[in-house]
Structures are given as C-alpha cells and as structure tokens.
C-alpha cells in the first residue's frame, strides 16, 4: 500500500444527498445508481465515478452530506436538472487500493497522515474515485484533504 501527498484538481458534475452517517454504505451506491442513469445527460464526462463525503467532526455530528458524481474535462455553465457543478483545487493525501479493503485503505492512510504529521482539513470534502480494473475488479483512490 502506496501513499502520496499531491495537490490535486477535480471537476464534478453530481447530484447531492445527506443522511446519516452510519448509512453511508447504503445511501451512497444508491445516489450513484441514480446518477449513472442520467450520465448521458453529462457532456465532457471522463467516465470516472466518484463520491464527494462532508467529514465528520465529532462523535455528536451525526448527519451529513455527500455527492455522487461524475469527473468531467471542463467546467459547466449549464448542469442537468438537480445537478451541481463543483470545482475543487486542494492538497491531498491519497491511497489507492481494491475497494473491498475500503474501510483499512482509510484507516491505514489515517495512521499515515498522523506519522507524518499531516493535519486533515474537517472543512473540505473526503473524495473517492472509482476505477475498473477488469475481471469484474474496481479500486477506489481516497484523497483526504489536508491543511
């Protein structure tokens, strides 16, 4: 398991949704279901997915939002109905693996940042991309923000 530091760009083209975090795992796939029915509506998609999550801040924070979208080339002037056009610039620290090691992708990039004594921005979107690997595989990429 590899972990870099970059600064990173995306743009997105989404649909948002919130709830609470424990059903994340639920609600999210969900969102990205209905989203990629609509994809042919989203000019300059790149084809990747990906998954923008408001950081938790505490244990009392219990509800919050999230984006399921899709990277596009360019900026949009005119996003389909219920989409949002975001634009993102930041630092990151990132990790990339196969998606059903999520959950330890997070937690061992967590103990990354902390030994190499990054401070995570709680104000900035965590993002996922998703990518086909084939044979049925995909891996997803977290990018945490940072200070």
């Known amino acids: 398991m590899s972990f870099m530091m970059s600064k990173k760009e995306f743009k997105v083209v989404a649909l948002k949704g919130s709830g609470e975090y424990v059903n994340y795992s639920q609600e999210v796939p969900l969102l990205a279901q209905r989203l990629l029915s609509r994809s042919n509506e989203i000019t300059h998609s790149t084809g990747t997915e990906i998954a923008l999550y408001e950081p938790k801040k505490s244990g009392e924070h219990k509800i919050g939002h999230y984006y399921a979208g899709l990277v ?6 005119e996003v389909p109905p219920e989409m949002e056009y975001i634009e993102i610039a930041k ?21 990354w940042a902390d030994e190499q004594g ?26 945490l923000p940072i200070l």
């Open 72 to 77: 596009v080339s360019q900026k949009f002037n």
């Open 91 to 111: 630092n990151y620290i990132s990790a990339r693996g196969n998606i059903l090691m999520l959950n330890e992708l997070h937690s061992q990039l967590l103990i």
């Open 118 to 143: 990054y401070q995570r921005d709680l104000n900035a979107y965590i993002i996922e991309t998703y990518h086909p690997v084939g044979g049925g595989e995909e891996e997803v990429e977290i990018h």
